[in-house]
Nanobody, 119 residues
Framework: QVQLVESGGGLVQAGGSLRLSCVAS????????MTWYRQAPGQQRELIGT???????VYFGSVRGRFGISRDSTRNTAYLQMNRLNPDDTAVYSC?????????????WGEGTQVTVSS
């Protein structure tokens, strides 16, 4: 079983930065990919990027170049560094963790953390 705790959201002015954290606690099995998403009001969920177990990162969509994902596998923690924020980045940011126990693969979602960017 995996439990996730996200933190680091809040209110920031346009042009500012925030760093989000996603801490995974796992009782059995191994954590593989840790992925960040966001969902703005009235919009579909958007995939931001993934930190794989091997240490690589893959980015998607419009935030490439401004956002950076890192991971501390010793602490089962993924980070989302967000720079040059603008009001369009206002959303609930969530992480998803893929874990494997034997032949069982599952995904666990965090509750999300709100990021609000003021103009």
């Amino acid at each position: 079983q995996v439990q996730l705790v996200e933190s680091g959201g809040g209110l920031v002015q346009a042009g500012g930065s925030l760093r989000l954290s996603c801490v995974a606690s796992i009782s059995l099995g191994a954590i593989h990919d840790m992925t960040w998403y966001r969902q703005a009001p009235g919009q579909q969920r958007e995939l931001i990027g993934t930190a794989t177990r091997s240490g690589s990162t893959v980015y998607f969509g419009s935030v490439r170049g401004r956002f950076g994902i890192s991971r501390d596998s010793t602490r089962n923690t993924a980070y989302l560094q967000m720079n040059r924020l603008n009001p369009d980045d206002t959303a609930v940011y969530s992480c998803k963790v893929d874990s494997i126990l034997g032949d069982d693969e599952r995904s666990t979602w965090g509750e999300g953390t709100q990021v609000t960017v003021s103009s």
